[in-house]
């Protein structure tokens, strides 16, 4: 037997570490720059990978395209913006980088299940502790990344 990280399987598993990497790095970039324009191009350039080949890998990794993962960071931070400040909406789907409050409102709505109005209405700044603030204002988790569900899962 040859010895361990040689021949043939090591190198795949080289290529996938290397390939987690670049996905990393380049998600850590949306993370950064959720706010500016960002387009899969420029995201895949990031990676070092063709756009094409970066939408699939980025989804199996991650288990979501890299437009609505950034379109999830946007609405988290509006979330956030909405609770906290006195801006408007408006304001805050230009801060989040929306272009457009329609699509931003449809997107909200699709992800939290109500609209950023209904949202800032129903969750205003709490005086609780920290943690228990984000535990109640963190999206709902029964689907796979937040979209709006129909109830709270319980820890019990």
Known sequence: MGRPGRGPAAG???????LNRRLL???DAIDRAYAEPLDVPAIAAVAHLSPAHFSRCFRAAFGETPHRYLQRRRIERSMFLLRETVRSVTDVCSDVGFTSLGTFS???????GESPSGYRRGHRPITVPHCVQMANTRPATSSSFGEAATGRESLA
């Open 12 to 18: 795949v598993s080289r290529e996938v570490e290397e």
């Open 106 to 112: 449809r997107t909200f709505r699709g992800i939290v």
């Open 25 to 27: 790095r380049a998600r």
